[in-house]
């Protein structure tokens, strides 16, 4: 399958890693800084893309290469939306980095026009992959936690100033959003997958404690309430002195325990039920080993997305999904606007509608 990637920076390593760990054929780039062309490709490390096109202009790209099929979004993340509707008419399939987009109004049209175009849009939740959250997700189903109590994700990392010094976008409102937008909406993805993706209430407050030299918050905490009965906690933050701490997610049910912890997501560090099995052995003290924060989720992505695309499903990860992970961060925000909580499902809101809050 021929593929393109528009976005060299960061974390467009992982999609090169995931392109090249699913053979698929890679016959353009895209960047407006074309000194980001080499030095990802260096860094991913993972094979010969010499004859990949170099684009400026993903547009000309497009234009150029009517036989790409599948386009990775990594830009920064307030061109998300339109980068993606341009893509979709084009007849593109697209995996969209977190977060989907920016305003629910275009997560919105990114959703009906996929649907409208036919073609398969993923959002790049790439942790839903985690073998830990995978064994979490089968019991879920299984109902094996019976009538769920409350649960809640901890986002703890540390980003500082030299973080946001390699990019001029992050923490403003236009293109980035805060720590909940940035580093925390795949947990907070996590949590409303798990606890039921239906939504009643979501309040929350947010404050900017350490990194006035932006515009977004870098710590926030919610309470929300799902449809069924069931109460969840956010708390996200990139203050944690002096390094990432953890990422966690606790789900609570009145037959069964699960913490699931590491840096990502990646370890269960607790795993009890009633109706335990030898099965749950393997379970107990599990850890997936990660290079980084991002952990080995992209390649499962990119291959499901593959095969979505081939045999005409939805992906596992799909657009409403990213809508739904980007309603909940819009929803802390605006609560912390307003002083008020958030009825679900939003209505029109943006994270430049912030501007100006701290």
Known sequence: MKCAIIGCGRIAVNHVKAVANNSLDLVALCDVDDSKFDIMLEKADCGDFSNAGRYADYRQMLAD?????????????????????????????????????????????????????????????????????????????????????????????????????????????????GTLMNQCIHGIDLLRWMMGDDVVEVYGATRQRFHDYLEAEDVGVAVVKFANGAVGTIEGTSNVY???????????????????????????????????????????????????????????????????????????????AGRNALEMVLAIYKSQKTGEPVALPLDNFASTDMAGEF
């Open 242 to 320: 002096p390094k990432n701490l953890e990422e966690t997610l606790y789900v609570f049910g009145e037959n069964g325990t699960v913490k699931i912890g590491g840096t990502s997501t990646n370890n269960i560090d607790v795993w009890d039920f009633a109706d335990e099995t030898e099965a749950d052995a393997a379970n107990k003290g599990l850890e997936e080993q990660t290079s980084n924060v991002y952990g080995n989720g992209h390649t499962l992505l990119y291959a499901d997305v593959v095969d979505a695309i081939q045999n005409d499903r939805a992906p596992y990860v799909d657009a409403v």
């Open 65 to 177: 290469h009517p036989e790409i099929e599948l386009v990775a979004i990594a830009t920064e993340s307030g061109k998300h939306a339109q980068i993606a509707l341009d893509c979709i008419d084009a007849g593109k399939n697209l995996i969209i980095e977190k977060p989907m987009a920016m305003s629910i109004a275009d997560a919105d049209e990114i959703v009906r026009r996929a649907d409208e175009k036919g073609v398969k849009v993923s959002a790049c939740h790439q942790n839903r992959f985690n073998v830990a959250i995978q064994q979490l997700r089968k019991a879920i189903e299984a109902d094996r936690f019976g009538k769920l109590s409350h649960g809640s994700i901890h986002v703890r990392w540390n980003r500082g100033k030299g973080y946001y010094d390699q990019a001029p976008w992050r923490g403003t409102w236009e293109q980035d959003g």
